[in-house]
T-cell receptor, first 112, second 121 residues
Framework: AQSVSQHNHHVILSEAASLELGCNYS??????LFWYVQYPGQHLQLLLK??????LVKGIKGFEAEFIKSKFSFNLRKPSVQWSDTAEYFC??????????FGAGTTVTVRA | KAGVTQTPRYLIKTRGQQVTLSCSPI?????VSWYQQTPGQGLQFLFE???????NKGNFPGRFSGRQFSNSRSEMNVSTLELGDSALYLC????????????????????FGPGTRLTVL
């Protein structure tokens, strides 16, 4: 079974700052990669996904992620965050067993 | 299109009791997966159902069980509740779910419901 590591437990930054959240996984085969976001009081929502093709994927709300196969990484980025980006972010990986394995999550707090 | 719905949203039970949670997938989705979310363990996969059959199972004791009906709605049951079962239980639906009959990894996406917050006293 694969494991998923998110490097930061809690990130605090100011509005307009750039955000990068790290995600690494352990599985060496074909994977599907996802980033989900959970805003305060809301349910998990899909931010973006990678199945194949261009390793740079764009998601909703200005987020993007880059899949680097050699590094087993799928880092999430946003050039300029807003207060409304305050949320918990989860990286998830799915391999041939179809189970979706989640990282521990990163809480992002954006200060106005 | 309506999203994934889960009922009830909140539930309080005592140790030893059993509980049944319900999930209605997005219309047209045939796969339903269940996850447990706790502050200590994060999000953990419980099981997946597709066409009324359990297709995948996580590492949870037999007290956790589920089923799926012909209309794709799913229920999850936890018997003999323990304090540690207190969690947010999430249901996710997707079009197809596990690999196709041909064996290739299907590339569909799971969409999550709001969850049922279970508190065991």
């Amino acid at each position: 079974a694969q494991s998923v590591s998110q490097h930061n437990h809690h990130v605090i930054l100011s509005e307009a700052a750039s955000l990068e959240l790290g995600c690494n996984y352990s599985y060496g085969g074909t994977v599907n990669l996802f980033w989900y976001v959970q805003y305060p009081g809301q349910h998990l929502q899909l931010l973006l996904k990678y199945f194949s093709g261009d390793p740079l994927v764009k998601g909703i709300k200005g987020f993007e992620a880059e899949f680097i196969k050699s590094k087993f990484s799928f880092n999430l980025r946003k050039p300029s965050v807003q207060w409304s980006d305050t949320a918990e972010y989860f990286c998830a990986v799915r391999s041939n067993d179809y189970k979706l394995s989640f990282g521990a999550g990163t809480t992002v707090t954006v200060r106005a | 299109k309506a999203g994934v719905t889960q009922t009830p949203r909140y539930l309080i039970k005592t140790r030893g009791q059993q509980v049944t949670l319900s999930c209605s997938p997005i219309s047209g989705h045939r796969s339903v997966s269940w996850y447990q979310q706790t502050p200590g363990q994060g999000l953990q996969f419980l099981f997946e159902y597709f066409s009324e059959t359990q297709r995948n199972k996580g590492n949870f004791p037999g007290r956790f069980s589920g089923r799926q009906f012909s209309n794709s709605r799913s229920e999850m049951n936890v018997s003999t509740l323990e304090l540690g079962d207190s969690a947010l239980y999430l249901c996710a639906s997707s079009l197809v779910g596990s690999r196709s009959l041909a064996g290739s990894l299907r590339t569909d996406t799971q969409y999550f419901g709001p969850g049922t917050r279970l508190t065991v006293l």
